[in-house]
């Protein structure tokens, strides 16, 4: 399976988080793999401690879970929908934030980590739904003690509301009826 096609709908409920995120491991990317650039704005680890410059940094494999509890797949729109769900989720981020990441992702980024204008827009949904929502900080969750849950139950438990990011996802398909990642959302 090629990275691209790796998706597990957020109407999966029945797995657990360990068996979700070995499907991934699979094709996802490795640790190594990640340009040093987003690995020091996105993961905490390659910040100074107890600095990050942006709210709700994690690491890749707490990023994994949060891409699987989310319903969404490994593309740009997929990304950009995760992390910002995962800031919205800490309910601290300013709009000059927000906005200095996405100057950074759309211009800085390493080619297949660049947010276009689609992404954009997505993860501005997605900071906003978070940001209503009455779930956790994606951020300060301890997923070992999750991994053996089921997906419903990991979602409950967290207050990620399956209902209410599913209604997103019927409107990011008919505002990207030709986006592969918006299009397979509710599959």
Do not use: C
Not at 73 to 87: H, K, R, S, V, W
């Amino acid at each position: 399976m090629h990275y691209s096609d790796w998706h597990i709908p957020i109407s999966q409920g029945r797995l657990t988080l360990a068996a979700a995120r070995a499907s991934l491991q699979e094709i996802g990317a490795q640790k190594e793999d990640i340009p040093l650039i987003v690995k020091l704005l996105e993961n905490p680890g390659f910040s100074i401690p107890g600095f990050s410059l942006f709210h709700g940094a994690v690491d890749l494999i707490a990023h994994d879970y949060i891409h699987i509890l989310l319903g969404r797949g490994l593309l740009p729109e997929d990304e950009a929908f995760t992390i910002g769900y995962t800031m919205g989720s800490t309910k601290q981020v300013s709009l000059s934030e927000a906005r200095l990441f996405e100057l950074i992702t759309k211009h800085l980024y390493p080619q297949t980590y660049k947010f276009r204008d689609r992404d954009i827009d997505i993860f501005r949904a997605a900071l906003k739904l978070a940001e209503a929502a009455d779930g956790m900080a994606l951020d300060q969750v301890d997923y070992l003690t999750l991994v053996d849950d089921s997906l419903k139950s990991v979602r409950h438990k967290l207050g990620i509301n399956k209902n209410k990011i599913s209604a997103y996802y019927e409107i990011e398909q008919t505002l990207y009826p030709d986006s592969k990642a918006s299009r397979r959302l509710l599959d």
